[in-house]
């Protein structure tokens, strides 16, 4: 059976608001608004990469309240995580009709978020892999330096992993080497990016260029998907409702339909 992959982004993608805001900005009695504020402008000041200005401003925020970050304070933080509407159903019936018309689909994420955090979270099994900011944890199980910090632009690279089928972070060699096309994992042009703005451009740029598909997705009082389509970022946008019969649902199964009835006419010819 011919692979097919849908990759997301996370938060505001699936989960209705980022991430820490859940369990952890809770847990360590903070808020959330005052921390991205205070991070934006430590970073500012020191001229410092945005994702490693957040795993920064996290991992120091720990220590000051007594409590270091730890691979299951991190993972506890991802048990409370809402979702859109329809997400916790939607890869079951998205892999039943992927079968049904000659396609095994499989699920990732691409995020900026941290890893550990998504792999706590109700969904992280429906992933084939969570590619994801992370932290490396000393002898004593507390977080010292980040494994991998995965911003808007560096996105992309986990595209190519996933062609290549190269699904880790270290093996840059084959990556970048040359591969045949009928030795890679996942054609582009049988993928789907789904994201919800500006943060996930490059990766929707890259799936077009490369002949996938994108979707810009929206909450209820964004507007950040505004203009992906007209300044040719994503193929179509929707409302990010992933319940069955609901115009997300309707595009993924119309993409999967129109490659089934392309692969039929070249077979034919």
């Known amino acids: 059976m011919e ?35 205070k991070t934006e402008e430590e970073r500012v000041k020191n001229d410092m ?30 048990k409370n995580i809402k979702f859109y509407d329809g997400v916790l159903d939607w890869f079951d019936r998205i892999n039943q009709f992927g079968r049904e018309n000659g396609f095994e689909i499989e699920h990732y994420i691409i995020s900026s978020g941290i890893c550990e955090i998504i792999e706590g979270c109700a969904i992280a099994s429906k ?6 900011s992370s932290y490396h944890y000393d002898e004593n199980g507390f977080a010292d330096w980040p494994l991998s910090a995965i911003n808007y632009t560096n996105k992309t690279q986990f595209i190519f992993r996933i062609n290549k ?32 703005g500006f943060s996930d451009i490059p990766c929707m740029k890259t799936m077009r260029d ?26 179509k946008i929707a409302k990010a409702d992933y319940r069955a019969g609901q115009e997300l649902e309707k595009i993924v199964q119309e993409r999967i339909l129109t490659l089934k009835n392309n692969k039929k006419m070249n077979n034919y010819t």
């Open 3 to 37: 692979k097919f992959a849908i990759i997301y982004d996370f938060d505001f993608t699936l989960s209705t608001n980022d991430s820490p805001f859940f369990s952890l900005f809770p847990f360590y009695e903070i808020d959330g608004k005052e921390f991205f504020k």
């Open 49 to 78: 990469d945005s994702i490693i200005g957040y795993l920064y401003s996290t991992y120091k925020m720990a220590l000051e309240k007594g409590k270091p970050l730890t691979r299951e304070i991190l993972y506890s933080a991802g």
């Open 127 to 132: 992933f084939k892999k969570i590619f994801a």
């Open 165 to 196: 089928g190269i699904l880790n972070n270290c093996d840059d060699h084959i990556l970048n080497g040359y591969m045949p096309k009928e030795k890679r994992a996942v054609d582009y042009k049988n993928m789907i990016y789904i994201g919800d």
């Open 210 to 235: 490369k002949g996938g598909f994108s979707i810009g997705v929206y909450g209820e009082n964004s507007s950040v998907a505004d203009g992906l389509i007209e300044n040719k970022r994503c193929n």
